[in-house]
């Protein structure tokens, strides 16, 4: 009885993970065949199967967005150990992109309410990519390799008015990474680091 129970719970979850992944290709495309049935079929499950593990669409769209900003956060934490901070920035921001698209997408075919639970958890969530981007420029700084005086906040709304200033199309996610990448080539500089102690 406990191993199929362990089996249950074990095929409950593969499920839900094929759900998201499934609701992130379907809904973050949009349009009109971006449906709770189309991301059942996407899945391989029944809709019987989705409005078990998500009973509307806004819990899946949290899901799926949850999810996804937190791989950022993630990602954002593991920046410490790379050699090149612009390149490590830049490669980042591309994967950010990503995630815009698939909300914008998402945001088209759903309405969505922002609930108290989930704004706490977005805000978790993105206070840890802050400070983790402020420790890759801090660093980008201190060898000389980035521009001072820039934080997270700038990269992260220069960022998203990029994202925001284009409406969406086939050509979006290409115009958008040219232009992050001009922003990002200007935060390079070449000049010795500081030196400590130097007045």
């Known amino acids: 009885m406990e191993t199929r129970k362990r089996k249950t719970r074990s095929d409950a979850l593969k499920n839900r993970e094929r759900l998201i992944e499934a609701a992130k ?6 349009g009109p065949d971006a449906s709770l049935e189309a991301v059942a079929r996407r899945a391989g499950v029944g809709i019987g199967t989705l409005y078990r593990h998500f009973p509307d ?3 899946l769209f949290h899901a799926v967005f949850s999810r996804e900003l937190e791989q950022l956060a993630d990602m954002a934490e593991a920046l410490d150990d790379r050699d090149d901070p612009v390149e490590t920035l830049r490669g980042w921001l591309h994967a950010n992109v990503a995630l815009v ?4 997408g998402m945001l088209g075919a759903l309405s969505v309410v922002m609930t108290e639970e989930s704004k706490q958890a977005y805000a978790e969530l993105s206070n840890r990519i802050n400070a983790a981007l402020n420790r890759l420029l801090s660093r980008g700084v201190q060898r000389g390799q980035v521009r001072d005086g820039v934080s997270a906040e700038d990269v992260l ?3 998203y008015a990029l994202c925001y200033a284009r409406p969406p199309g086939q050509a979006w996610r290409s115009n958008v990474l040219r232009l992050l990448d001009i922003f990002v080539d200007g935060l390079r500089c070449d000049r010795e680091p500081p030196q400590a102690g130097r007045g």
């Open 101 to 104: 698209e698939t909300k914008r």
């Open 25 to 30: 290709d379907v809904l973050g495309s949009g």
């Open 157 to 159: 709304q220069t960022m």
């Open 57 to 59: 669409r806004e819990a």
